[in-house]
């Protein structure tokens, strides 16, 4: 099944299967490492379900903006009723691909940092990704990119079962999309997490 398939049936049940329990801590520790500040307008690629928005409300306050993008229009239904239920304004979503977004589906506003979290290795073109994400951001704009590879030292006794988590989510576990990232920021923190399953990576873009 495509990965456009697949998020269509299961946005639904996303929530419940999308193993929070592991991948909770690469949220918590990429908007961390975003470093946001109160007003800061933020931008969630691949936002799905809505799954940082709770982080990235508290980061940037009341006086912040939060804008989620996705392709799915099942994935961002459940993103929708998120924010209707948790009564934030400050949060909105568009529904477009990754690849060809523009200023204008942001309002026409420049955005002071990007996060994306386990999408980058499952959008096709994640080349073409970066480089909308780069087009929107401000000058000095942070970036966070946090996605999977196979885990390494002891914890490789488990790549056969992150490399099925991965296929079921129609990830690419060797894109490593980080990359992209590391080699615009001059400089870039890291954080390795879940047995270094989960690569979380941040840096300032010039
Ligand atoms: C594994 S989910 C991650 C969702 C969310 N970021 C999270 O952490 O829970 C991947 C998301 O990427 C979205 N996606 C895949 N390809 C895309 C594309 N080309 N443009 C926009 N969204 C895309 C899917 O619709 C899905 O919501």
Known sequence: MSDRRAYAA???????????????AGRAAGVKLL??????TVL????????NFAHLVDA????????????????L??????????GW???SVVQVDATEF??????????DAALSTYAMSVIDDAAAAWARIRAVLKPNGRVCIVDMQEPTGAARVLAPLARLACTMGGS?????PWNLLATAAPAVQTRSLRGGHIQVVAGTVT
């Open 60 to 75: 940037v306050g009341a006086t912040g903006r939060v804008v989620g993008v996705d392709r799915s229009p099942d994935m």
């Open 35 to 40: 470093d946001l500040q109160p007003g800061d």
């Open 172 to 176: 690419d576990i060797d894109a490593h």
């Open 102 to 111: 523009t200023l204008a589906d942001l309002g026409g506003r420049r955005v």
């Open 10 to 24: 299961g946005a639904a049940y996303y929530d419940l299967l999308s193993g929070e329990l592991v991948y909770r």
């Open 89 to 91: 304004e400050s949060v």
């Open 44 to 51: 969630d690629v691949g936002c799905g379900t809505g799954l």
């Open 77 to 86: 239904r459940v993103a929708r009723r998120r924010i209707a239920r948790r």
